[in-house]
């Protein structure tokens, strides 16, 4: 078996810590033993581009226990937890492509890797994948039955291909489920990313002024998680709405460039390109702390930094210093790239278990849908999102009310007023 990972020794480790995110994945592992019985993935070929954490190794545990023949690579080149991908490798035969701090021609070739396998089905976390084969390999488009995408900034890729009409295969959106963002992008992101700043920097939250760029669903989870940790929250958006819901969420809203006076730690979570560039870094404080939450290192203009900076260097793991030339110091967390995976774990093993239950699940819809399906991108069907919140609901002991039939009735007619 081809593989490349950093080091098997890491194995061992790696599974005690794949164990460990397990027990706090009840509804993925209903799924696995079902799966298990079942084989509905059997002998499909999987190929996954996904961050390389324990909780993506229970998912690939269980895509391979439900049949299929899964082949990973890493999502993101500075996100893979080297001891899992050697532990996939040695304890489950799974071909993992991926090494913690590989350079942008290994990233890519690892992706060369997943679509040279052959893929029947892709499992993406950003389209890295889909957007390959369609741009480099059309051929393989063929053999493919269908695909899932994890996150915001892939379906809005994902999107865009159907609206060109090239997408060549059906993809399911997991990110639109409900048991994903609502829970996913909002309480993993605001407790990851604050995890990453604190295991960067060790700094005190308390007390400081922290602006969090953009309020999709994201944003709303890093500045709640924030402001209970008692920072002082300013949000910069550009949709008018989401703006409104800020305000009256009770945070200070304004524009970047305002922003950019009082800040204390800059986090941006917009999946758009260049939101901290040059005429902020200009204007931001002595010491001022910034990182990005979403998917690509695109939303902090990097390249202006260095071009505004007279010296960088490295002061901790994952802070670079750029000191500019009026001596006015810049710490860049984690190269521009997503912080909470880069220098933390990435979101925690009990949101990621919704997020995965919904992949498993979508990928066993598409193995028996995709012939019923068009070129085009799908949410994940109602059925499978609720059935998903009822066992998480069960894994945790809550039990809630269910209508009566006076109650439904009442629902369904329009003749009852006051
Ligand atoms: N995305 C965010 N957190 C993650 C995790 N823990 N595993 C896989 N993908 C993730």
Not at 138 to 145: F, M
Not at 173 to 182: P, R
Not at 384 to 389: F, G, Q, R
Request: overall charge neutral; charged content about 25%; aromatic content about 6%.
């Amino acid at each position: 078996m081809k593989y490349h990972v950093k080091s098997l020794k890491l194995a061992d480790e790696g599974k005690k810590r794949i164990d460990w995110a397990e027990r706090e994945m009840p509804v993925l592992r209903l799924i696995r033993e079902r799966f298990a019985k079942e084989k509905p993935l059997r002998g499909v070929k999987a190929g996954c581009c996904l961050h390389v954490t324990t909780e993506t190794a229970n998912l690939m545990i269980t895509l391979k226990a439900g049949g299929a023949l899964v082949t990973l690579c890493a999502s993101n080149p500075l996100s893979t937890q080297d001891d899992v991908a050697a532990s996939l490798v040695k304890h489950h035969n799974i071909p993992v492509y991926a090494i913690k701090g590989e350079d942008n021609k290994t990233y890519y070739s690892h992706i060369q890797a997943i679509i040279a396998s052959k893929p029947q089905l892709t499992m993406d976390d950003g389209a890295d994948v889909v957007s390959i084969i369609h741009k480099e390999q059309p051929d393989r488009l063929k053999e493919i039955i269908g695909g899932t995408e994890e996150t915001t900034t892939g379906v809005i890729r994902l999107r865009a291909m159907e609206k060109d009409g090239v997408l060549g295969y059906p993809i399911v959106s997991v990110n639109d489920a409900d048991t994903k963002h609502l829970f996913d992008n909002r309480y993993g992101t605001g407790q990851s990313t604050l995890d990453g700043i604190i295991r960067a920097t060790n700094v005190l939250i308390a007390g400081k002024t922290v602006v969090v760029a953009g309020y999709g669903w994201c944003g709303r989870g890093m500045a709640i998680r924030a402001k209970g940790m008692g920072a002082h929250v300013i949000v910069t958006e550009v949709d008018h709405t989401k703006a409104l819901e800020a305000v009256m969420d009770g945070y200070m809203v304004c524009s970047m460039a305002q922003a950019v006076k009082t800040g204390d730690i800059f986090v941006t979570l917009t999946g758009d390109i260049g939101v901290l560039r040059g005429e902020h870094f200009e204007k931001m404080k002595d010491g001022a702390i910034v990182c990005n939450s979403g998917h690509f290192n695109v939303e902090i203009d990097i390249p202006a930094l260095k071009k505004l900076s007279k010296n960088v260097r490295e002061v901790r793991a994952f802070v670079e210093e750029y000191t500019l030339k009026d001596g006015r110091k810049i710490n860049l967390l984690a190269d521009g790239r997503l912080v909470n995976l880069a220098a933390a774990e990435g979101h925690p093993a009990s949101v990621m278990d919704m997020s995965f239950a919904n992949q498993a699940l979508s990928a066993e819809y598409m193995v028996k849908e995709s012939k019923n399906l068009q070129k085009k991108v799908y949410p994940v069907p109602k059925d499978i999102d609720v059935e998903i919140a009822r066992l998480k609901l069960k894994s945790m002991g809550v039990t809630i009310d269910a209508l009566s039939p006076e109650q439904v009735k009442y629902l369904a007619s329009w003749q009852e007023g006051t």
